[in-house]
Nanobody
Framework: QVQLVESGGGLVQAGGSLRLSCAAS??????MGWFRQAPGKEREYVAR????????DYSDSVKGRFTISRDNAKNTVYLQMNSLKPEDTAVYLC??????????????????WGQGTQVTVSS
């Protein structure tokens, strides 16, 4: 049974840091990514990483502040978030691709999704 389970969200002051984790199980996952969605807004791409973890990519809004990584021995992907801003407040969702060489920032290209974890940044 395929599962993606996020953890690590919470309330943090502007300028602070959080590390999100996504525990994946049930199959081999190729590209993995993080998305976020705030109330009244479209789901927004945040970051992605290849199976080998040799290539990463970030949206312009988080570049230089967030770092995506993965540990395939633990079947876990991470999102380290530093210098958090109130506009980072959203539900953060972990996503995975079931096939190799997709490499996309489009939500519709991801096959599996976690339940989401809330991140709230206060000013």
């Amino acid at each position: 049974q395929v599962q993606l389970v996020e953890s690590g969200g919470g309330l943090v002051q502007a300028g602070g840091s959080l590390r999100l984790s996504c525990a994946a199980s049930g199959r081999t996952f190729y590209d993995m990514g993080w998305f976020r969605q705030a109330p009244g807004k479209e789901r927004e791409y945040v970051a992605r990483i290849t199976r080998s973890a040799t290539i990463t990519d970030y949206s312009d809004s988080v570049k230089g502040r967030f770092t995506i990584s993965r540990d395939n021995a633990k079947n876990t992907v991470y999102l380290q978030m530093n210098s958090l801003k109130p506009e980072d407040t959203a539900v953060y969702l972990c996503a995975a691709v079931a096939y190799p060489d997709i490499w996309s920032e489009k939500a519709q290209d991801y096959d599996y999704w976690g339940q989401g974890t809330q991140v709230t940044v206060s000013s």
